[in-house]
């Protein structure tokens, strides 16, 4: 039954006002045009009207039933904030003293008021499509970075000046690209969606030598692996569930160190990460829920298809959702491991834990659905996690008690992908699909309000539930539309106009 209901209480003020006034000087009979003189129009019997009355208390307080799980939820495996542990003023005074001055800059990166007060600095703007890929050099001098126009740019940050750009020698989107640590800032590594692996030779007078192709996966490649200490050596994965190990000191540099599967299944891999403690170890994770960790010195495919120990959320492994890890890191001295989960949350394990261990710490909030989302540790002991998220926002969460400390607006065209925290000081730079790198520093007068964080949560959580009752379909909207723009901004290929040497080695 069509039921219209008009309410008219917003202008039943006025209405009030002007019958005291005609009160005051001739009785007027009260007039109006509702049936049971109420002040509404309806087209209801007042049973009907009741009826109506109901299923809204009803609905009302469905929403507040709704409003009361989705606090819990939020809420729930949250610690309490352990108190600062660094103090401006006292900090200040043992330095000019010369007391503990080689903790001075550590504790300051550290510190949660600082975290608080992160602040947009300023832009970087040279790249026409997504910026996919940030990484400092390891004195933080430098900032390269890699997008979907096929170049790559080695930035001076600190005067916001681009001192190279060149021609990647990808045919699709570049996805990382990395200086190789110990290099002299001169080798730098690159993978891309069309799977090839290539290294980058710079010289000392800002410009690049060549660039080369040392493996090829059959399958888009996300992320490369660097050894800490080696200047020559690294691995990638990509989506044909093929780890290579890359030595450019060999002639031929990659050398298949294992196919990563699930029974006989292969899985397809997004993202790798060496074990800055133990270098042998690496973790993937890809189109399934687990993180495996092997071991480079015995991968055996006949024993557990190599595999050393695995990882996954207790609660996901019977899940039925096709849940994927976009993401992983190691903390700074290896002992613990961070997972992004698509459309699911963020989780820490304990890398010493034996096979299977379950998670310690749950990170929410954010949302991780229409990209290849990247998670990352800040502070130099790994103090917070930080993660973009489909809103557009920046999120940092205190690592113990897994409580948001930082709630940052990142991106206009709505999602944030890439986190690079300076590897020495109180900052980081971040992308997205802005085509522009943001640069951030704690400089703000006052610590975060964190104003308008429990609607951005509640709206992410929402829009997670309705995505999951669809059962996952990856080409559901936000991804078709994410899809729809990255086409609408993707260049034609062009022909350089540089004279690079581009060789091919495999």
């Not at 993660?387 to 607006?409: N, P, T």
């Not at 308008?452 to 959580?461: D, I, R, W």
Request: with cysteine; proline share 3%.
């Amino acid at each position: 039954m069509l039921t219209i209901t008009v309410n008219q209480h917003k202008s039943m003020p006025d209405v009030d006002g002007e019958m005291g006034r005609n009160r005051e000087g001739e009785e007027e009979e009260e007039d109006t045009d509702s049936m049971d003189g109420s002040g509404h129009y309806s087209l209801t019997e007042d049973g009907e009207r009741e009826n109506e009355e109901e299923e809204e208390q009803k609905d009302d307080d469905d929403d507040d039933d709704d409003d009361e799980a989705m606090e819990a939820w939020l809420g729930a495996e949250l610690c309490d904030l352990r108190g600062s542990t660094w103090q401006a003023i006292p900090s200040l005074r043992s330095r000019e003293l010369g007391r503990d001055s080689h903790q001075f800059v550590r504790r300051v990166c550290g510190s949660r008021g600082l975290v608080q007060r992160l602040e947009l600095q300023g832009r970087l703007e040279r790249h026409t499509g997504c910026v996919n890929t940030l990484h400092f050099n390891p004195s933080g001098t430098r900032l390269a970075s890699g997008s979907d126009d096929l170049r790559v740019v080695i930035w001076d940050w600190a005067v916001r000046r681009a001192e190279l750009e060149f021609d990647s020698g990808h045919k699709s989107n570049v996805f990382q690209a990395k200086f190789l640590p110990h290099s002299g800032d001169s080798t730098l590594a690159m993978c891309a969606r069309d799977g090839q692996i290539r290294v980058a030779e710079l010289s000392a007078t800002q410009r690049c030598k060549n660039t080369k192709r040392v493996a090829q996966h059959k399958g888009a490649a996300h992320k490369l692996a660097l050894e800490p200490d080696s200047p020559c050596s690294f691995l990638s994965a990509g989506e044909d569930a093929v780890v290579f190990g890359i030595d450019l000191r060999l002639d031929r540099p990659a050398n298949k160190l294992v196919v990563v599967k699930e029974g006989d299944k292969k899985v397809g891999l997004y993202t790798i990460f060496v074990n800055p403690a133990k270098t042998q170890h690496f973790a993937v994770g890809g189109r399934d829920q687990y993180v495996r960790i092997y071991d480079q010195r015995k991968i055996n495919e006949n024993d557990n298809n190599g595999v050393l120990k695995k990882f996954c959320p207790s609660h996901l492994v019977s899940s039925e959702s096709k849940t994927n890890i976009t993401c992983l890191v190691y903390s700074h001295d290896g002992t613990e491991l961070l997972v992004s989960y698509n459309d699911e949350d963020i989780y820490l394990f304990d890398s010493n834990h034996s096979d299977g261990a379950d998670y310690r710490r749950r990170y929410k909030g954010h949302r991780n659905n229409a990209t290849v989302k990247g998670v990352n540790f800040y502070g130099p002991c790994s103090e917070f996690v930080v993660s973009g998220s489909d809103c557009g926002h920046i999120y940092l969460w205190d690592k113990y008690s897994a409580r948001i400390v930082q709630f940052m607006e990142g991106d206009r065209g709505g999602v944030v992908n890439c986190l690079e925290p300076h590897p020495h000081l109180p900052g980081l730079a971040t992308s997205g699909l802005d085509h522009d790198i943001k640069l951030w520093a704690p400089t703000a007068e006052s610590p975060t309000g964190l104003k308008g964080l429990k609607e951005v949560m509640k709206k992410n959580k929402r829009e997670r539930d309705e995505d999951s009752v669809r059962h996952g379909d990856q080409y559901d909207t936000q991804l078709l539309w994410f899809l729809m723009r990255h086409m609408r901004n993707r260049r034609p290929q062009r022909v350089s106009s540089q004279t690079l040497q581009q060789t091919d080695m495999c």
